[in-house]
């Protein structure tokens, strides 16, 4: 039993590795997951597993994976949602030009953040913050990456940005979302949060969902005091199949 891995060219090209993605690992398709990146010369397998199913984690534990973050994922209805404050940041849907300044605050915003790029110390941490640049800068042109990027602008400068994803009729997903390091602290993120709760809700979704690293406790209390509620959590792990240059270095 396995469950079908997917290649990641977009990885496989940053960190110079074939690296493939896989979801909802278990104890049972453990072996033929990774009897398939055997098959296809993965040298790096991104794993997630249900945080409750602790068979599956201390299955891939035993066979080398290491644990890297744990990613929480909180929820509500777009029904009832809270208003705006005055003096709030404006919020606008993206126009031409705004993915360089979405770049740039991904950049200062989520340098050193603590997700499992940033926690495997064989991945270089420039790359890992350029990922979230890079995430960003795609998502302000290329619908097959958002379907939607929302701005926040103080003094009529471009200070914070959500990106959503449509995933079903009903359901909208906040995908990635920053603020420019000065810019913290003003309500800017409350006031992007309640305008795509808006922008949901003018959509025909009914239900918003959200997911950051459980260490990201700023975020989730700003989530928490807008209604929504911790729905579940995964793992993350990552699996080399090459030995680290360092351990080759000792033994030769």
Not at 26 to 49: K, Y
Not at 115 to 133: I, N, S
Not at 233 to 243: G, I, L, Q
């Amino acid at each position: 039993m396995s469950i079908a891995i997917k290649l990641s060219k977009l990885d496989t090209d940053r960190w110079g590795v074939v690296t493939a993605k896989v979801s909802g690992v278990t104890a049972e398709s453990l072996p033929g997951t990774i009897d398939l990146c055997r098959e296809d010369a993965v040298e790096l397998l991104i794993a997630r597993c249900p945080a409750e199913d602790l068979a599956a984690a201390q299955a891939m534990e035993r066979e080398g994976f290491q644990l890297m973050d744990t990613l929480v994922y909180y929820a509500r209805s777009v029904a009832a949602v809270p208003p705006m404050e005055e003096g709030q940041a404006a919020v606008r849907t993206i126009a031409p030009g705004d993915a360089s300044p979405v770049r740039a605050i991904a950049a200062a915003a989520f340098s050193g953040y603590g997700g499992h790029y940033h926690a495997d110390p064989r991945l270089d941490d420039e790359q890992c913050d350029e990922v979230y640049a890079d995430w960003a800068e795609r998502s302000c042109v290329s619908k097959d990456v958002a379907d939607e990027v929302l701005v926040a602008e103080l003094d009529g400068q471009i200070v914070g940005f959500v990106t959503m994803r449509f995933n079903s009729d009903d359901e909208a997903e906040v995908v990635l979302n920053g603020v420019a390091p000065p810019a913290q602290g003003r309500g800017v993120y409350r006031s992007l949060m309640i305008r795509a709760m808006d922008l949901c809700a003018s959509r025909g979704r009914t239900r918003i969902v959200i997911s950051t690293q459980l260490t990201n406790v700023v975020v989730q209390k700003v989530w928490t005091r807008l209604g929504f509620e911790l729905t579940s959590a995964y793992y993350t792990f990552h699996k080399w199949f090459t030995p680290s240059p360092a351990l080759v270095g000792d033994i030769e």
